[in-house]
């Protein structure tokens, strides 16, 4: 069951098609398929429910026995209770009913079903996209890296643009038929001859890896990571994972010293890449795996600029999952290797994640240690801000950090103001952040959305809150990433004094929209 549900996940399955797959193999209910599917024991169930409704009594037999109805043993559950379920579950209350279908009986069923039923995607040609592609060439000589960049960022922002008036099946099926006739299109930009010819030479005989054959495969990665900026990581994990099998395989094969070392450090970087993709698809223990994998491949290869890049990362996953305290063992690490490779854009990035491991310390900790931690929180943000506006383009790590800027820093500051009980002054940094974070970075758009909602939602300003919610979830439909939709939702949950304003009502319509919740 963990291994079916982390596989229909990463395929992009929702959870009332996984629950659906728990009935047909397991003879569930739908009740108890829709707890299995996420995992769930009852025990995490009422605590779930507890957390989010404390003045509604609820325990695992009552559980229990909703679970086993109709059966002799069960008692039927009230909507309200099928309801804080399905906010759980993460469904609709009524995919929580086992109840009967009689739709067959509908003479009009089939006629009505022949008039909605969309358009076939299947056999789609390149021809049949034109339209949803940008119309206006590029003007202006550039280098050819910046005029693929720049096509690149044409089509997402078509796709995406188009994509939010479309169903979430409709687009997975065209972009996907959309990908395959690129890729048979004559003016896809890939390898030319020559680059082809090379890096087949090279697979047949690692010996011929070369300066040029290591920075095809770094070119394609950078590509795979912009992707992943503005779409999501579910479509772009697998690609990543076969250029790791590629590197993997060139390295087992064996290749000169000269080149050993880039292809460690290449190696280093896809992994990194995959634990990031699977840290934001909820798969913590994968990306826990993978940065450990990645790791160790730096160290072999002695980039310490790339340890220190594994390292920060890592930090801000050990933070996410709830031990910051390992956050910030991380963090320090990252921060001796970023200046031991003379980076000052590597150490303002292990200060920012270090801040954020302190921030969440301060937490955790008893009233007579805050302090102390609250006081290394923010000189961590302020070491992290004079070393960016040191850090210049010739940094050696530069390539490593595209998304970090002056916006993302102030991002971090408005985020330890919040988490240390700061909301006013966390809200003014915050509207500098939004609008000094690149809009290509969906995902650090939406995070410094969802923060500037924590914020008012602090201050009490519920309307405020309900819009930059609303705008958050907007990006979430955007770039799909499990973790940043979690976000969202849990945001939402902190509303729930105010269930009943009209704001609130209004924001569950943009979620419900958006398929965020039930």
Not at 256 to 269: E, T, V, W
Not at 418 to 426: C, I, N, S, V
Request: with cysteine; glycine share 6%.
């Amino acid at each position: 069951m963990d291994r079916l549900t982390a596989e229909l996940r990463e395929r992009g399955a929702t959870w009332t098609e996984i629950a659906q797959e728990f009935r047909r193999r397991f003879r569930l209910n739908a009740r108890q398929a829709f707890r299995e599917a996420h995992r769930y024991t009852q025990e995490r169930v009422v605590e779930e429910w507890k957390t989010r409704w404390p003045a509604e009594p609820f325990s695992v037999r009552k559980l229990g026995s909703w679970e086993a109805w109709p059966g002799l043993t069960g008692n039927e559950p009230p909507l309200a209770g099928l309801n804080r379920l399905a906010r759980i579950y993460r469904c609709r209350a009524c995919d929580l009913v086992d109840g009967e279908d009689h739709t067959a009986a509908d003479e009009n069923l089939a006629v009505t079903r022949r008039r909605s039923a969309p358009p076939a995607l299947t056999g789609i040609s390149f021809s049949d996209i034109k339209g949803i592609l940008p119309g206006e060439p590029l003007t202006g000589a550039m280098p050819p890296g910046e005029q693929r960049d720049r096509e690149f960022e044409q089509l997402v922002h078509a796709f995406t643009d188009w994509a939010t008036q479309m169903n979430r099946r409709d687009v997975l099926a065209l972009i996907g038929a959309a990908a395959t006739s690129a890729y048979a299109a004559p003016s896809m930009d890939r390898p030319n001859g020559e680059e082809s010819q090379r890096l087949t030479l090279a697979a047949a005989d690692p010996s011929r890896v070369d300066e040029a054959t290591v920075g095809h495969i770094e070119a394609a990665l950078r590509h795979c990571m912009r992707q992943e900026d503005a779409l999501g990581p579910q479509a772009i994990v697998a690609t990543v994972l076969a250029q790791q099998h590629l590197v993997t395989s060139l390295l087992s094969a064996g290749v000169d010293d000269r080149m050993r070392g880039r292809l460690l450090s290449l190696l280093a970087d896809i992994r990194r890449c995959v634990a990031w993709m699977l840290f934001n698809l909820n798969d913590f223990r994968g990306a826990d795996y993978y940065y450990a994998q990645a790791r160790n491949a730096a160290h072999q290869g002695d980039d310490d600029a790339m340890c220190s890049m594994v390292l920060a990362n890592w930090s801000q996953l050990a933070t996410w999952r709830g031990d910051p305290r390992l956050g910030v063992e991380h963090a320090l690490g990252a921060l001796a290797w970023a200046q031991r490779a003379g980076s000052r854009m590597l150490t303002a990035y292990a200060c920012d994640v270090g801040a954020r491991a302190y921030a969440a310390v301060v937490r955790r900790s008893p009233k007579s240690e805050r302090r102390k931690d609250q006081a290394r929180c923010f000189r961590s943000v302020d070491q992290a801000q004079r070393e960016l506006a040191s850090a210049d383009e010739s940094d050696p790590a530069a390539g490593l950090v595209p998304f970090y800027g002056e916006g993302q820093q102030l991002s971090t500051r408005a985020g330890c103001l919040l988490d240390t009980g700061d909301p006013a002054q966390a809200l003014e940094v915050a509207a500098t952040a939004a609008a000094g974070i690149d809009p290509s970075f969906v995902r650090n758009v939406a995070y410094i959305r969802l923060k500037t909602a924590q914020a008012h939602l602090a201050l009490r300003h519920i309307e405020q809150a309900c819009e930059e919610l609303g705008e958050a979830a907007r990006l979430a439909r955007h770039n799909t990433s499990p973790r940043l939709v979690r976000s969202v939702v849990e945001t939402r949950e902190q509303l729930s004094p105010w269930q009943r304003t009209g704001s609130v009502a209004a924001l569950d319509e943009r979620l419900h929209a958006a398929r965020l919740i039930a």
